[in-house]
């Protein structure tokens, strides 16, 4: 069995179920739902069954289990951390075009 990951290229268009999110991602439903429950996701749709995950859905899954397992931050601290590292990326974006038309 190969142990090294493979990439999976996600489309930024596609939505994905509470299971494709799963096996993407490499993680269990109930994992998800506390991530959901703590604010680090907000998936479209009112119920299980009907979540839908975008890209940036499965990118926060990824970050927030890197931040737990790296550096041993709680969901809480890891949804803080994802809000505070998306607001960095849209302010340093903003001051880029900025750059660009000043």
């Not at 990951?5 to 269990?28: F, M, N, Q």
């Not at 439903?29 to 506390?34: A, C, H, L, N, S």
């Not at 505070?84 to 849209?90: A, G, K, Q, T, V």
């Amino acid at each position: 069995m190969d142990e090294h990951p493979k990439a999976v290229i996600i489309d930024e268009s596609t939505w994905y179920s509470l299971s494709e999110a799963c096996g993407l991602c490499r993680v269990d439903d109930e994992r998800i739902q506390e991530m959901i429950q703590e604010g680090v996701l907000s998936p479209a749709g009112s119920s299980a069954q009907e979540w839908r995950f975008g890209a940036r859905e499965l990118r926060r899954i990824q970050i927030a289990l890197r931040l737990q397992r790296d550096l041993d931050i709680n969901l809480p601290g890891a949804a803080l951390a994802l809000d505070l590292l998306e607001e960095l990326d849209r302010l340093r974006t903003l001051t880029k075009n900025l750059d660009i038309t000043g």
